[in-house]
């Protein structure tokens, strides 16, 4: 089977940065991907590591390591509009979309 | 651009009751999925299609049918509906391309089975 974990819950300043963790056990991983939640709505994409190292898109970074199994996503200059869940997902080799649980993450002044 | 609409946004049934939600995407997708979201579960898929005629079973498929007659349209049929079966449901429609790979969500059913 496929399995991701994450924190349930991260709280954060505004203004500060904070790193999301995933490690995931699947087979036939193609890559990881993070996506972000607000409440109500659906999941947005926020970015894509197919290859090992950083990604940077704007505020967000995200990082693969395929030999430990593990990625993170990194939110830099908090706002409070990143008050969100944020979902780390494998890309299994039938071009699947396996998801962790989520990590709420709560953006305080 | 619609990108990926999903109707109806809430819906009540009685147990036993049998519905369809549908799904259509605009952007020519090949790759189409369902997905179902509980509480602190995560989203969990239930269906997926590669293309036009093809599907096959995710995580949760038990209760749940689907078809895929056009690129566009991917409908997600509740048999029997049962009160396990309450919960949120995503449509997703995918491009597949290495750095460019991203699933994007319709807005959401959400389904209570009483």
């Known amino acids: 089977g496929q399995s991701l974990e994450q924190p349930s819950e991260v709280t954060a300043v505004e203004g500060a940065i904070v790193q999301i963790n995933c490690t995931y056990q699947?087979?036939?991983?193609?890559?990881l991907s993070w996506y972000q939640q607000h409440d109500g709505g659906a999941p947005t994409f926020l970015s894509y590591?197919?290859?090992?190292g950083l990604e940077e898109t704007g505020r967000f970074s995200s990082f693969l390591s395929r030999s430990d199994s593990y990625g993170y996503l990194l939110l830099q200059e908090l706002q409070m509009k990143d008050s969100a869940s944020y979902f780390c997902?494998?890309?299994?080799?039938?071009?699947?979309?396996?998801f962790g649980t989520g990590t709420r993450l709560t953006v305080i002044p | 651009n619609a990108g990926v609409t999903q109707t109806p946004k809430f819906q009540v049934l009685k147990t036993g009751q049998s519905m369809t939600l549908q799904c259509a995407q605009d952007?020519?997708?090949?790759?189409m999925s369902w997905y179902r979201q509980d509480p602190g579960m995560g989203l969990r898929l239930i269906h997926y299609?590669?293309?036009?005629?093809?599907?096959d079973q995710g995580e949760v498929p038990n209760g749940y049918n689907v078809s895929r007659s056009t690129t566009e349209d991917f409908p997600l049929r509740l048999l029997s509906a049962a009160p396990s079966q309450t919960s949120v449901y995503f449509c997703?429609?995918?491009?597949?391309?290495?750095?460019?790979?991203?699933?994007?969500f319709g807005q959401g059913t959400r389904l209570t089975v009483v």
């Open positions: 699947t087979s036939g991983f193609y890559g």
């Open positions: 299609s590669v293309g036009a005629g093809i599907t």
């Open positions: 997703a429609s995918t491009n597949w391309g290495g750095a460019n790979t991203e699933a994007f």
């Open positions: 590591n197919g290859l090992d």
């Open positions: 952007m020519n997708h090949e790759y």
């Open positions: 997902a494998a890309q299994t080799g039938a071009n699947n979309l396996f």
